[in-house]
């Protein structure tokens, strides 16, 4: 009798399509979470640089305002462009924003007004419209362009300061920003948006922040 022969060792499986597409997407993914946290660290620390310096204008960006009286949030930003000014930083103050149906005054208008009575020339002031950031500092982008500026030094709360700052630099200007250190925005609501900014400028990044605006309204 001849021996029995050797039995075949079972063929290795080759990998499946879905576990290959699985390993992708779980890199992916990885990849995306490292992007969205360096976001959100950059946001955090440009929230925590202050680059005041002397530049062609102070630029502020507009928040709520209620029958021309700023909201704490908006005069946290307004008190710290006047400490700017008084520093002779910039011959020149933008106050920027829109109002809503039914107001009587503008961001920009009560901005204005509370700038004038704490010291700055109403002359050394300019009102700039727009319903948001990007479009406020594309206003301030056009008066500057024709008056032949270029550099800014933007004011806003912490967790604003890294995207105004790259949509500034979208638009052409050369931009440094000044963080308010006493606006009521603290906390665990300050991280909330800290994130939710994170997650806008990674996008912005990728796509271009007026399409952004474009695609989300």
Same mark, same amino acid.
């Given at each position: 009798m001849s021996a029995d022969p050797t039995p075949e060792l079972p063929l290795a499986r080759p990998r499946s399509g879905w576990r290959r597409a699985r390993r992708i997407a779980a890199i992916v993914a990885g990849l995306l979470a +490292?992007?969205?946290v360096v976001t959100l660290w950059q946001v955090r620390h440009t929230g925590q640089t $202050?680059? =005041?310096r002397?530049? $062609? =204008? #102070?630029?502020? +960006?507009g928040a709520a305002q209620?029958? *021309?009286r700023?909201? $704490?949030v908006l005069a946290a930003r307004l008190d710290h462009v006047v400490e700017l000014w008084d520093r002779g930083l910039a011959p020149l103050v933008?106050?920027? *924003? =829109?109002n809503r149906p039914g107001d009587r005054f503008t961001e920009a208008q009560a901005s204005a007004n509370y700038l004038v009575k704490r010291g700055v020339p109403k $002359?050394?002031?300019v009102q700039v419209g727009g319903d948001t950031s990007y479009d406020e500092l594309r206003g301030v982008r056009d008066v500057m362009r024709g008056r032949g500026l270029h550099s800014v030094l933007l004011v806003s709360d912490r967790y604003h300061s890294l995207r105004i700052r790259l949509v500034a630099q979208e638009l052409g200007l050369t931009a440094y920003v000044s963080p308010t250190t006493t606006s009521p925005v603290r906390g665990w609501y300050e991280f909330e948006l800290d994130a939710k900014e994170a997650g806008g400028? =990674? #996008?912005g990044r990728i796509i271009g922040f007026d399409r952004l605006l474009r695609l989300t309204g």
């Open positions: +490292l992007y969205f $202050d680059q =005041a002397k530049v $062609d =204008a #102070i630029v502020v +960006l209620y029958d *021309g700023p909201s $704490d933008f106050t920027t *924003g =829109a $002359d050394h002031i400028i =990674a #996008i």
